[in-house]
């Protein structure tokens, strides 16, 4: 089992650039799906980005497709979610997430992911 710890989150201003990183522990990581989630206050945890575990598959959220790109890389159990052009309703808790999946597949549903990291915060001002 991996364990995600995330990193990267911080106050950006509208229209600018985050970089988040999720350190996996474990011999394991390339059998997981990865996902970012977020939770903005007073609403529920939605999901970002996902991906599936060669990196070979996508899958975003409307609200970010165009916008955030996520890839990883296996060789250092690590995956990135790159986001740019972000606005105030960014502003939310990102959490990274293992989902163990066959390959190919690119979970979007929060249950399937049974490991999460403790969240980092991304405040973008307006």
């Known amino acids: 089992q991996v364990r995600p710890v995330e990193s990267g989150g911080g106050l950006v201003q509208t229209g600018g650039s985050l970089r988040l990183s999720c350190a996996a522990s474990g011999r394991t990581f390339e059998y997981y799906a990865m996902g970012w989630f977020r939770q903005a206050p007073g609403k529920e945890r939605e999901f970002v980005a996902a991906?599936?575990?060669?990196?070979?598959?996508?899958n975003y959220a409307d609200s970010v497709k165009g916008r955030f790109t996520i890839s990883r890389d296996n060789a250092k159990n690590t995956v990135n979610l790159q986001m740019n052009s972000l606005k105030p309703e960014d502003t939310a808790v990102y959490y990274c997430a293992a989902a163990s999946s066959w390959p190919g597949v690119v979970p979007t549903a929060e249950q399937a992911y049974r490991s999460w990291g403790q969240g980092t915060q991304v405040t973008v001002s307006s």
């Open positions: 991906i599936s575990r060669s990196g070979g598959l996508t």
